[in-house]
Structure formats: C-alpha cells, structure tokens
C-alpha cells in the first residue's frame, strides 16, 4: 500500500521558519521525481521544489529561491523542505508529490502519488 504523509506545518510569523517532512512509503524514492507543492485558497496549485531522479538537479519556483531549501534521504524515503524568511504569501497547504517533472519553469509534475498536506499559515 502506497502512503505519502506530510508533516511540520503550523502557524508561524512573518521571518520564521518551518521544517516539513514527507514520509513515503510502497515506493522507492529513487524511482521518482519527487517534490513539493503547494495551494493557496482561491489560487491554483503551483510547484515550490523538485529533485530530479534522472541527474540530481534541484529546482525551485522563483518565489522561493534563496529561502527554502529541499532534501530527502533515499534510505528513509522521506523528503524535506526547510522554509526560512516565511512571508504571509507563502500561506498556503503543501503537498508532497512523486511522480515524472513534465516542465521545470514552471515546475509542473505528472504524479503517481500525493499526500494528503500540511497547512502553512504565515501571519503578518
């Protein structure tokens, strides 16, 4: 049975900073592209990160350059997203995904799989 769990969200300020984990399971990361995404109320989904299982490369939507920061570790297969400099725009539910990167600007990704998210709530 495939389970993708989020983790780490919560209520933070503006210039705080918030650590998610998405613990995978009946995959094999390595398989997969893998990354986050997120949603906003009222805005479409938008991707924040990728790793691309191919060659390594990270890649990061523009709004995030600089102040988040993706990882995972294979032999867990869970993955991470350190979020620092949080503004009130990046409120929003993430969702962890796995699956095939179809263009890297902007990050769009065919997924296999989704986790259920994680709300991020930046206040002012």
């Known amino acids: 049975e495939v389970q993708v769990v989020e983790s780490g969200g919560g209520l933070v300020q503006a210039g705080g900073s918030l650590r998610l984990s998405c613990a995978a399971s009946?995959?094999?990361?390595?398989?997969?592209?893998i990354g986050w995404f997120r949603q906003a109320p009222g805005k479409e989904r938008e991707g924040v990160s990728c790793?691309?299982?191919?060659?390594?490369?990270?890649i990061y939507a523009d709004s995030v350059k600089g102040r988040f920061t993706i990882s995972s570790d294979n032999a867990k297969n869970t993955l991470y997203l350190q979020m620092n400099s949080l503004k009130p725009e990046d409120t929003a539910v993430y969702y962890c995904?796995?699956?095939?990167?179809?263009?890297?600007?902007?990050?769009?990704?065919?997924?296999?799989?989704w986790g259920q998210g994680t709300q991020v709530t930046v206040s002012s």
């Open positions: 995904a796995a699956g095939i990167i179809v263009t890297r600007t902007p990050l769009v990704m065919d997924a296999d799989y």
């Open positions: 009946g995959f094999t990361f390595d398989d997969y592209d």
């Open positions: 790793i691309s299982s191919s060659d390594g490369r990270i």
